[in-house]
């Protein structure tokens, strides 16, 4: 398969869960170079050795200097960038009486001011060039809401606003840098693992087609969005969420 051939890709939070299920269909389907950019360089190893075009980058992507110095270091490498992943992310969840300010800065930090950060030194380059891809991932908690997580939902929402606003900032002067957002459901990944199965078990009634989501259901939508044939889809939100809301 060659959907992404030749193209340079960075997937943040890509070491593991969604991100790293993202890096590997990228790689597959026959990018050039797939940054997977993570906080534990560890987690990169397996990955690498799978992937040779995978190569994995230590960053903090609510840290501007690091984040500017990783694009430098990746456009040294290889002179462009094609494809973003916005994928990094953390849940502290409370109520919102028991939330305390460090809960809410951090998640506004890394998964709000993240996205921001690096669609701000990367998006520009990609209209310089004329195009590229920006996906993002939000949440279906970021556009109905939920319990215990005003602070994730609130970011969420926001990556959803500012996708809507980027898709028309980045396509000024002829450019076509096209920028969606996927919105998962409850999907299996490491974040999941820690909530009981009475809690999943109503969940998975009330969705039409009876399961939680794969990381591949989301690794599929966000492929789709990053590749040419979504060529005429931009400010958009994908709901993947087995039709949990409709």
Known sequence: MDRMKGKVCVVTGGARGIGKGIAEAFAREGAERVWVLDINPDDFKELEKTFPVIKGAVVNVA???????????AMVDSGRIDALVNNAGITRDALIQ????PDWDIVMDVNLKGVFLMTKFIAP???????????????????DGNIGQSNYAATKGGVVAMTKGWA????????TVRVNAVSPGYTRTPMIESVPEKVLEPIIERTPLKRLGE????????????CDESAFITGQV???DGGLVL
């Open 215 to 226: 990381i591949t259901d989301i690794a599929n939508a966000v492929l789709f969005l990053s």
């Open 168 to 175: 028309k900032e980045f396509t000024r002067k002829g450019a």
């Open 63 to 73: 840290d501007a200097k690091a984040v500017e110095a990783f694009i430098q270091k």
């Open 98 to 101: 028991k939330m305390g300010e």
């Open 125 to 143: 380059l990609m209209m310089e060039a004329g195009v590229g891809t920006i996906v993002s991932i939000s949440s279906v908690v970021g556009l």
């Open 238 to 240: 994908l709901r993947v």
